[in-house]
Every structure is written in structure tokens, then in C-alpha cells.
């Protein structure tokens, strides 16, 4: 059974880093691209990063290039987002999410296949 | 990296259909088979329901479908329930290879 834990949220001040981790259980992780997704209180979702199974090809959305960094550590299971130069804009709840799936001898990619619990991120003075 | 566009709010009666569209662009919804569409209730996490504009993951039922037409994508709930009321939200690979979601919609079952 796949399952995603996200951990490291909290209450941070403008201008601070914080750094998210996402554990992940139940499937190969080093043979999937993982995600980064936020949503802000009462808002939509919003696509923030997304990196490949082996660590090498990494996209961002506009509103974080420069500022966010998604990485991975596969002898851990484990995915990471290091947030620096944080506004009040990126206060959110932080979803990690599995990339598409395999099965039967096919891969379908891009989708987000199951996803964490979540983990708030509070930016105020 | 603009969101996609969807209804703010969908409603219907138990047992009636309903469709949500997803209009994007030919550089996103339009140019890929990657569109997918994902169900919230309040205080939960997202859920698929369906990804590649019509394949439903095992688990979810089949009155959910999804279809697709030039630059929009559609999701139809027949035999609408109760449980259904939610958020949904579509999603598509996009020619940057980023992604993309609508604004979301707001499914009542009156």
C-alpha cells in the first residue's frame, strides 16, 4: 500500500527557509518522478515541482523558480523541499504526490497518483 | 503557466448526471493525452479519479468518466450521490513539461 508522509511544516517569518520531507512507503521510489503540490487556505491547488525517478530533470512553477529546490533521496525513500526567501504568498498546506503508475508491463505517466496528508507552512511576522 | 478554466460551481439532484469542463490551450489540455481529474473533500487530500482524459484507477466507480474535445476536457458523474459532493480539480501535462490545474469546481447535490 503506497503511502506518503510529509513532515516540516510550521510557522516561519518572510524572508526565512524552511525545508520539507516527504517519506515515502509501499512502492519502488526510486523508479518513480515525485511532486510537490501546495494549496493555499480556501484556494485551489497549485503544481509547485516535480523531479524525475533518478534526481536529474527537476521543473518548477513561475511563482518558486530560484527560491524553491526539490531533491531526492533514493537510498531513503525520502523527497525533499528546501524553501528559501519565503513571502506570506506561500503560506499553504504542502502535498508530495507519486507520479503516474506501472502495471501489467505499462507505464502511464504524468498524473498524480496518490498523494500525502499534507503539511502546512505558516510565512507571517 | 496559466490555470485551466473550470465552472466555480456544478449542481444536481440524486440520481441526475453532470459534467465538468477544463478548458485549457493546444499547448496543454489540447496537445496531450495527460489530462487527469481529481476529486477533495474538505480537510482531505486530493484524490484521482481519472487520468490520460478517461482511464478510472481501480477503486473508483464507473458512473465517473471523462472525455475530451480540442482544448477542453470534460468530467461526467452519472447517478449522482451524495458522496459526490466535493471539489474537483483537472489537471494537464503542459509543452513546458510542467503542469497545470484548473481553479477547481464545487460539485452540490441539492
Known amino acids: 500500500q503506497v503511502h506518503l508522509v510529509e513532515s516540516g511544516g510550521g510557522v516561519v517569518q518572510p524572508g526565512r527557509s524552511l525545508r520539507l520531507s516527504c517519506a515515502a512507503s509501499?512502492?519502488?521510489?526510486?523508479?518513480?518522478?515525485m511532486y510537490w503540490v501546495r494549496q493555499a487556505p480556501g484556494k485551489g491547488l497549485e503544481w509547485v515541482a516535480l523531479?524525475?525517478?533518478?534526481?536529474?530533470?527537476?521543473y518548477y512553477a513561475d511563482s518558486v523558480k530560484g527560491r524553491f529546490s526539490i531533491s531526492r533521496d533514493n537510498s531513503k525513500n525520502t523527497l525533499f523541499l528546501q524553501m528559501d526567501s519565503l513571502r506570506a504568498e506561500d503560506t499553504a498546506v504542502y502535498y508530495c504526490?507519486?507520479?503516474?503508475?506501472?502495471?501489467?508491463?505499462?507505464?502511464?505517466?504524468?498524473?498524480?497518483?496518490?498523494w500525502g496528508q499534507g503539511t502546512l507552512v505558516t510565512v507571517s511576522s | 503557466q496559466s490555470a485551466l478554466t473550470q465552472p466555480a460551481s456544478v449542481s444536481g439532484s440524486p440520481g441526475q448526471s453532470i459534467t465538468i469542463s477544463c478548458t485549457g490551450t493546444?499547448?496543454?489540455?489540447?496537445?496531450?493525452?495527460?489530462v487527469s481529474w481529481y476529486q477533495q473533500h474538505p480537510g482531505k487530500a486530493p484524490k484521482l479519479m481519472i487520468y490520460?482524459?478517461?482511464n478510472r484507477p481501480s477503486g473508483v466507480p464507473d458512473r465517473f468518466s471523462g472525455s475530451k474535445s480540442g482544448n477542453t476536457a470534460s468530467l461526467t458523474i452519472s447517478g449522482l450521490q451524495a458522496e459526490d459532493e466535493a471539489d474537483y480539480y483537472c489537471?494537464?501535462?503542459?509543452?513546458?513539461?510542467?503542469?497545470?490545474f484548473g481553479a477547481g469546481t464545487k460539485v452540490t447535490v441539492l
Open positions: 490520460e482524459v478517461s
Open positions: 489537471s494537464s501535462y503542459s509543452s513546458t513539461s510542467t503542469r497545470v
Open positions: 493546444s499547448s496543454d489540455v489540447g496537445g496531450y493525452i495527460y
Open positions: 509501499g512502492f519502488t521510489f526510486s523508479a518513480y518522478a
Open positions: 504526490a507519486k507520479d503516474g503508475d506501472c502495471s501489467g508491463g505499462r507505464c502511464s505517466p504524468n498524473f498524480f497518483h496518490y
Open positions: 523531479l524525475s525517478n533518478d534526481g536529474t530533470d527537476k
